[in-house]
């Protein structure tokens, strides 16, 4: 009996969990392989599942996938909305959605399993499917190699993963070279000195060391980046206070840094701990700021001659006009530390899930901005079909073209 799809796209989607609890996302992968008739590993870098199809002789590519959702109240409509609540790391209580589509890369990636496993007489080599955990806090990819994965399975040949976008259903989006930014993401916390509301003067304000720091930030890239070059420098999230007559002892921004390069991430954090130390010290503190990188993240790159080789595959399968370059996205991935500390290749690539009159009649009205929801969004909702089947086909094709 084949697998449903759109029911696990559905139940995934109803269903999501925060990064490094998906326990119940990983049962559900884990019985439909086991379905399949294929061996499985669950709990690989805490939540992760893995499996393979050992089919003769050739070589190995990796498939990946990720399933983690995000703290993100759903505000589509739809049926199969999620009203699914997590707790942080912080242990607060919050909304979580699959609002990145990683409910959809985890149905794709159960497709092409499906699909590789009813065609080993045409195809010979060994498949290794990797479900991960906690892409959101680019983390998943290093606990799972920390877990041995690279030890137990066989080694890449080749990398391949790809993520839906708002392009539209049918299009896919690759280029050689840095497909996705890298990143890091930074906690600042602001030391000042508290007291009584009245007495300002008695203090020194966190909060308005804070709103400062937050402004004088927005000049990293609009006015110290070459216009040519890529960079963000975006602040997320500032927490300061209980009350509104208590000046706090401190206040704190959470960061997120995005840049194309090593030498462009050097330059980049230079300039904003400057700012952040500077501010500090124009505002009297009298104790540094504390400056931690909570995490770091490469930029994913896909090798030139592999992804000629796929691109050539995507467009003898779907046709010219369906394989664009989307150019660099500057959102980040931890995909490639699979390819990386195993010295393999990697191809990345975007699929669109948007419907493509939708998408027409935005383009056509200057609108896209506005009316295409992106990833992150709480109205995000890739279209069902045909982006589960094209998904699932993506897979395949990129799968068959570097098996024997």
């Not at 912080?90 to 985890?106: K, Q």
């Not at 006015?223 to 509104?244: Q, Y």
């Not at 660099?328 to 493509?356: H, I, K, N, Q, Y």
């Not at 935005?362 to 069902?384: K, L």
Request: aromatic letters at 6%; proline letters at 7%.
């Amino acid at each position: 009996m084949s697998v449903d799809l759109e029911s696990l796209y559905t139940d995934l989607h109803t269903h999501p969990e925060l990064s490094f609890q998906e326990t119940r996302t990983a049962g559900v992968i884990a019985r439909h392989l086991a379905d399949l008739g294929l061996e499985v590993e669950e709990g690989v870098g805490r939540t992760g599942v893995v499996t393979k199809i050992d089919n003769g002789p050739g070589p190995v590519v990796w498939l990946r996938a990720d399933m983690d959702g995000l703290p993100v109240q759903e505000q589509t409509g739809l049926p199969y909305a999620s009203t699914a609540r997590g707790t942080d790391p912080a242990g607060n209580t919050v909304p979580v959605m699959h609002a990145c589509g990683h409910d959809m890369h985890v149905t794709a990636l159960i497709g092409a399993l499906e699909r590789l496993v009813a065609t080993t007489g045409e195809w010979s080599g060994t498949v290794v499917a990797v479900f991960q955990p906690a892409e959101e806090y680019g983390a998943g990819s290093q606990a799972m190699i920390a877990d041995g994965v690279l030890d137990r399975y066989p080694r890449p040949d080749i990398v391949l993963g790809q993520h839906v976008t708002p392009l539209p259903a049918g299009t896919i989006g690759v280029r050689p070279g840095t497909q996705m930014a890298a990143s890091d993401g930074l906690t600042v916390v602001l030391h000042g000195r508290g007291g009584h509301g009245s007495r300002p003067h008695s203090t020194i304000d966190p909060v308005v060391m804070a709103a400062a720091t937050v402004m004088r930030l927005q000049t990293v890239v609009s006015r110290e980046v070459d216009p040519r070059d890529v960079a963000v420098v975006t602040v997320g999230s500032i927490h300061a206070g209980l009350k509104n007559n208590i000046i706090p002892a401190e206040a704190k921004l959470e960061l997120s840094l995005r840049y194309p390069d090593d030498e462009a991430r050097a330059r980049v954090m230079s300039k904003v701990e400057r700012i952040v130390r500077a501010e500090a010290e124009a505002s009297g503190a009298e104790q540094t700021p504390t400056i931690s990188v909570d995490h770091s993240l490469p930029p994913t790159i896909n090798d030139p001659d592999a992804t000629s080789r796929l691109t050539a595959a995507f467009r003898r399968a779907f046709g010219e006009a369906g394989v664009v370059d989307p150019g660099m996205f500057t959102g980040s991935e931890d995909v490639s530390w699979f390819a990386r500390e195993s010295g393999a290749p990697l191809v990345f690539w975007f699929w669109g899930g948007v419907d493509p009159q939708t998408f027409a009649d935005a383009v056509a009205g200057g609108t896209v901005e506005r009316d295409i929801p992106t990833n992150h969004s709480p109205f995000f909702a890739p279209v069902m079909q045909p982006t589960i089947d094209r998904g699932v086909e993506n897979l395949v094709v990129a799968a068959r073209e570097f098996l024997d």
